[in-house]
């Protein structure tokens, strides 16, 4: 088996070929004067069973996977993980005549002749129906429990920022006994909210704040300044795709974040929690 590394996930798939004890591939990627994108896997993969990884986290992302699922077109087997799967987040239509984003780019990833393709805690699972290939979503959100409990946050309560991440914040949380909850907003009057944990209280405790995606840092900034409100200790924040785009990190260290946690689906210096075992435990069998 060889691993091909895409230009953004070039640390989880040398991770993920150093699990595996297999070689990840040299490729070459560039960009001509006009802008068009070039991809080259280097390394010679005929009739070698392969392992595309390749976050999609910008539209180039999205060309340079496609890129390389054509350029392993020799390959005897063509397996595709995807860690983060940008455009997930518009499944359906909204508005009468808006494109189904992630359907678009379901299908154009799966059309080619793949094996499998695997997705990263999608943000939700029901875009998997979009792919003409067979695909499998992993659940990491596990590892983050696990350092949380590693690092002695204690006593700790998981917070999800609104009732979208509650699944995502018990399983976090219950399989090492967290206490957990999340936000709710209640209208107090016409003009006010409130908005505070439905059932426990955070005061004098450390809190992590738990959500899928970081993207602007907004939903995190106003549910750490809520909680910072109701004297909640430290404030951590972990989430499993670290997109942080513009000032993200900047806003949630001003509304009192301590510290930011994310995984390696998207790579940054806040990945502290690499997927890279699970996925290649995954891949073996
Ligand atoms: C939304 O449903 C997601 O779960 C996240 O809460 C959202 O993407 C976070 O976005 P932002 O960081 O821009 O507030």
Redo the contacts with the bound molecule.
């Keep these: 088996m060889k691993i091909i590394p895409g230009i953004s996930s070039q640390v989880l798939a040398t991770r993920i070929a150093a699990e595996l004890d297999c070689k990840a591939t040299l490729c070459e990627y560039k960009r001509f004067p006009d802008g068009e994108l070039y991809t080259r896997i280097v390394d010679d993969i005929k009739n070698e069973e392969v392992v595309i990884v390749q976050s999609v986290n910008s539209d180039s992302d999205l060309i340079y996977l496609l890129q390389l699922i054509d350029a392993a077109e020799e390959a005897s087997n063509t397996k595709v993980v995807i860690p983060y799967l940008g455009y997930a987040?518009q499944d359906k239509k909204f508005k009468p005549g808006e494109a189904i984003s992630a359907r678009a780019i379901a299908r154009s990833i799966s059309a080619a002749d793949l094996d499998t393709i695997y997705v990263v805690n999608v943000?939700n699972s029901n875009v998997l129906q979009f792919f003409e290939a067979d695909t499998k979503e992993l659940d990491v959100s596990s590892l983050i429990g696990d350092y949380i409990s590693r690092e002695g946050i204690a006593p700790v309560v998981i917070i999800g920022?609104?009732a979208?991440?509650t699944d995502l914040t018990a399983a976090v949380a219950a399989p090492f006994g967290f206490e957990y909850d999340v936000l709710e907003k209640k209208r107090i009057t016409g003009v006010e909210v409130e908005i505070k944990p439905k059932a426990l209280s955070v005061e004098g405790k450390n809190v992590v704040i738990v959500?899928?995606?970081?993207?602007?840092?907004?939903?995190?900034a106003e549910a750490a300044s809520l909680l910072k409100a109701q004297n909640a200790s430290d404030i951590y924040v972990a989430c499993i795709h670290g997109?942080f785009?513009q000032n993200?990190v900047l806003r949630m260290l001003n509304a009192g974040v301590k510290t930011v946690i994310t995984t390696d689906t998207i790579e940054s210096v806040f990945s502290k929690v690499s997927i890279a075992e699970m996925l290649a435990g995954v891949l073996k069998k």
Aim: charged letters at 20%; aromatic letters at 0%.
């Design positions: 987040r943000h920022p609104d979208g991440a959500d899928d995606i970081i993207s602007t840092g907004g939903t995190i997109v785009v993200a």
